[in-house]
Structure formats: structure tokens, C-alpha cells
């Protein structure tokens, strides 16, 4: 009986501690593929669930930062056409529309950017990073250049604190995009 216990706890041991090391391998492949970005703590925080799959993988990593930048992308530009016009000063309307036509070019653009990271392939592999830098950094600028509309409106509007804070975040994903694809490019596939 007490062989029987001991061996029950053995087991037991043995299952957290591979479980832990797994934990600890996951982590250090994310903490690995986010130490080329400027936000660490946010792509760590965002990429962390793909770890298992992209492990030390720079097309996996590049693929799942677009991925992750589509799904923000997605969610601002969806908060922003559930913005009433009426709640907002004639500026604060104009810097409204111009925004949401720009979110809406950053996602054709990040989307672009997937389908060919879907894709990629040694013989145009050069063509391609190419492409892609030009993709994302437009996605990149077209969100500066929404918050660049807002510029001037009033900091009082919660609304607008909002919208800045929103597509600030949304812009730091485009960056850590950028970033794991610039390290694929140097790595190569």
C-alpha cells in the first residue's frame, strides 16, 4: 500500500515538473522572438499562445504578429464604426471618417501581408520581404496618420482618449509585426 502512494506521488512529481519545463521552453521561444521588438512586454503578453506551434520558427512568429495586429486591427475599426457621428464636433467628424477609411486600409494591408506570408517561398523570398515591409509600414503609417487627425481635438472627449488609446495599442502590434518580419528577413526562411 504504501509502495503504491509513494509511486501515486512519484508520478505525480514527474508530470508537474515536465509540465513546468514545457511551460518554461514555451516561454523562452516567445521571450526569443519578442526580444527584437520595442514593446517586449506587449508582443510576450499577445504572442504567448503560439508558442507551441511557432516555437523558434521566424515565418511562424512573423505570421502570427500579422495575425494577432488583424485581430486588433478588426476590434478597433469596429469600435470606431459603432461611434456615433453625433457625439463628436465637426473636426473630431472629419479626423472620425478619415480614421476609419485608414483602419480599413491597414487591414487590407496586414491581410495582403498574411496571404503571402502563407506563402513564402526561397526562389522570390527576397521579392516577398520586400513586399511585406511595404505592406506593414504602410499598415503602420495609416495609423499614425489616424491619430494624427486627432491631434488637435479636445483631450476632454472620452471618446477621443478612447480612439487614441485604442489605435496607439493597435499600433504597437503593427510595430511588433514589422519588427518579427525584419527578423525573419534577416534570418531567412
Known amino acids: 500500500m504504501s509502495s503504491s502512494i509513494t509511486f501515486s506521488f512519484l508520478l505525480c512529481l514527474l508530470s508537474l515538473t515536465s509540465t513546468s519545463s514545457l511551460q518554461s521552453k514555451r516561454n523562452s ?3 526569443n522572438a519578442c526580444s ?23 515565418s511562424k512568429w512573423a505570421r502570427a504578429g500579422v495575425s494577432v495586429a488583424i485581430s486588433d486591427n478588426k476590434d478597433v475599426l469596429r469600435s470606431l464604426l459603432k461611434m456615433r457621428r453625433s457625439g463628436f464636433g465637426r473636426r473630431d ?11 480599413q486600409d ?4 496586414l491581410h495582403k501581408s498574411l496571404a503571402v506570408l502563407r506563402t513564402l517561398r526561397a526562389s522570390e523570398f527576397q521579392e516577398q520581404m520586400s513586399d511585406l515591409a511595404t505592406w506593414l509600414s504602410t499598415a503602420l503609417t495609416d495609423k499614425d ?6 491631434e488637435k481635438a479636445s483631450m476632454k472627449s472620452a471618446m477621443v482618449r478612447m480612439i487614441r488609446r485604442k ?20 534570418d531567412g526562411l
Open 93 to 103: 467628424r472629419v479626423a472620425l471618417s478619415d480614421c476609419r477609411e485608414l483602419l
Open 145 to 150: 496618420t489616424c491619430l494624427d487627425g486627432f
Open 29 to 31: 521561444y516567445v521571450q
Open 36 to 58: 527584437v521588438t520595442h514593446y517586449t512586454d506587449l508582443c510576450v503578453q499577445t504572442l504567448a499562445p503560439f508558442s507551441s506551434v511557432a516555437k523558434n520558427s521566424p
Open 106 to 109: 491597414s487591414l487590407d494591408n
Open 167 to 186: 489605435v496607439t495599442t493597435s499600433m504597437y502590434m503593427s510595430t511588433i509585426s514589422l519588427a518579427l518580419l525584419n527578423k525573419l528577413a534577416a
